[in-house]
């Protein structure tokens, strides 16, 4: 991992550690992930932007399904390993410690657990208008085994 990811997963643990509080879990239709947010803070030097942090917990063989962030992603695995494979890119397996970018409305074809017997859990750090959510379906995407899961918001 580079100097400036390093950095960055240091911040977000830093950040979730210092937090001292839980909400409680979202969980998608279908079975998909499981999203705790964490926090939520409005950006002063962004206005009618904000940060969320959210841990995402997808349980041995779990996928999401094909969906786009409004905003600007940054993932960091804590745990486990997760296939993603965003638009115009072949899939890729990231592993404890890595560390990924999705840009606003890139389409993400694949998200899932490469385990069959082990859960993965990543931090992600995301920027989202004031009433944006977090994660939108893809029109016509369903879920893996499920309907399309409602918008996740903060």
Same mark, same amino acid.
Request: aromatic content about 4%; glycine content about 10%.
């Given at each position: ?35 705790? =947010?964490?926090?939520?803070?409005? &950006? ?13 917990? &997808? ?31 072949? =899939? ?40 944006? =959510? ?9 879920? =893996? ?10």
């Amino acid at each position: 991992m580079n100097t400036n990811a390093s950095r960055l997963a240091a911040l977000l643990l830093a950040c979730v550690a210092s937090l001292g509080f839980a909400h409680a879990a979202l969980a998608h239709e279908g079975g998909e992930e499981s999203v705790q =947010p964490l926090m939520k803070q409005a &950006l002063g030097d962004a206005p009618g932007k904000n940060v969320m942090i959210a841990t995402v917990t &997808l349980a041995p063989g779990q996928g999401a399904a094909p969906h786009l962030h409004p905003g600007s992603i940054f993932a960091y695995v804590l745990e486990g390993s997760v296939v993603s494979q965003l638009e115009g890119e072949p =899939p890729r397996t990231y592993r404890q410690g890595e560390t990924w970018y999705e840009a606003p409305r890139v389409h993400h074809l694949v998200t899932r657990n490469a385990s069959t017997t082990q859960p993965a859990r990543l931090i992600v750090w995301a920027i989202v208008g004031e009433k944006e =959510p977090i994660k939108l379906p893809l029109p016509g995407a369903p879920a =893996p085994g499920a309907s399309l899961p409602k918008p996740v918001t903060p």
